[in-house]
Each structure stands twice: as structure tokens, then as C-alpha cells.
């Protein structure tokens, strides 16, 4: 019998509370599990930690550790809504990039139904003068234009979900579109 294609689920779920993270996380994997993949979580790692450890060490080797999960990975699909400000977590854009740079197809999705302009107060320049992007996309357009390029596609709700980061019905049709 052959393994099933590994999905790496990128986002900013790690930083919710662990049941909420556990909850949203075993539901996309019993998605992909129906569709044929296995969901591979950032937390999919055996690290254990020293009270010896600084900061910066434990991060290098979360880093590090995420990194071989992902390249165990065939694609990926990203949480894009945006987080702590008016765009995707910069980690999990950072995770897509890397997979895309590897050749592999990246799906995202975003909860935000509004364009990166309009979260931005639908401005040609924010306070400082600096110009705001107008591309009438759900966020800054190397994020959407690489996922479109890499074989992917990003799903936006047309409406805002019951949870703020989890849509089941959303991330179902992201797996769907997955390549076989």
C-alpha cells in the first residue's frame, strides 16, 4: 500500500490556546484523510526542551524542525486570514514561500472576505505617505500571485466565518483543489 501525500498546514494556529489548536487541527486532518492525504501540523514534532535552552537556541531548533517537516511535504495549504494586523502571519507566509520555492503546489485560504486595501482603510497611502497596494487581491500580491503560479489557489469567504480562523466547508474545498 502506498503512504499518502503529506500536506503541511501552515498558519497561525500554533499560537491558539492547545485545545482550540487541537480541535481545529484534527479537523483538517480527518478532511485530508478522506480526500487521500495525510495533514502534517508544525506540531508534528518530537522536541522536547531544556531548561538550559535560551530563547533563540529553542527557536533555531523549531525552525529547524519545521523545516524537515516540510520538506517531507508535497504541498501545502495556508491559513492566509490575516493575523495580528492586516495581513497572513508572517511565519506561515514565509512557510509558503519556502514550499513554492521547492516546487511544490501551495493552497491558501483567508476568513477575511475584505482585499488587502480595504483592511489597509481602502487608502492610496497609509500615514506615512507610502504607497498601499490596489490589486484588488486578498493580500499583498506576492502571497496570491505565487500560490496561482505554483498550480495553487486561494479561497476567500464571501462572508465572515462562525470562527474567526477555521471554516471547515473553506478548507474542504482548499483540499479538494490539491493536485493528485
Not at 480526500?35 to 508544525?42: H, I, N, Q, T
Not at 506540531?43 to 533563540?56: C, G
Not at 502571519?89 to 501551495?106: H, R
Not at 500571485?145 to 466565518?161: D, K, P, W, Y
Request: proline share 4%; glycine share 8%.
Amino acid at each position: 500500500m502506498t503512504q499518502p501525500k503529506r500536506v503541511y498546514l501552515a498558519g497561525p494556529e500554533v499560537f491558539f490556546p492547545a485545545t482550540e489548536h487541537q480541535i481545529i487541527v484534527t479537523e483538517k486532518k480527518r478532511i485530508l484523510r478522506e480526500l487521500g492525504w495525510e495533514g502534517v501540523d508544525p506540531l508534528d514534532t518530537d522536541l522536547e526542551f531544556s531548561d538550559a535552552e535560551s530563547p533563540q537556541q529553542r527557536g533555531f531548533r523549531i525552525y529547524r524542525a519545521n523545516r524537515e517537516l516540510m520538506d517531507s511535504c508535497d504541498a501545502v495549504i495556508a491559513n492566509l486570514t490575516p493575523f495580528r494586523g492586516i495581513s497572513a502571519d508572517p511565519g506561515t507566509v514565509f512557510e509558503v514561500g519556502y514550499l513554492i520555492g521547492q516546487g511544490k503546489q501551495a493552497i491558501g485560504y483567508s476568513l477575511n472576505p475584505l482585499t488587502y486595501r480595504h483592511r489597509a482603510g481602502n487608502r492610496t497611502h497609509d500615514d506615512l505617505g507610502h504607497a498601499i497596494e490596489d490589486f484588488n487581491l486578498a493580500d499583498n500580491l506576492m502571497i496570491e500571485c505565487g500560490i496561482v503560479e505554483s498550480g495553487g489557489q486561494l479561497f476567500v469567504a464571501e462572508h465572515r466565518s462562525e470562527l474567526e480562523f477555521f471554516d471547515a466547508e473553506l478548507f474542504e474545498k482548499c483540499a479538494r483543489a490539491l493536485d493528485n
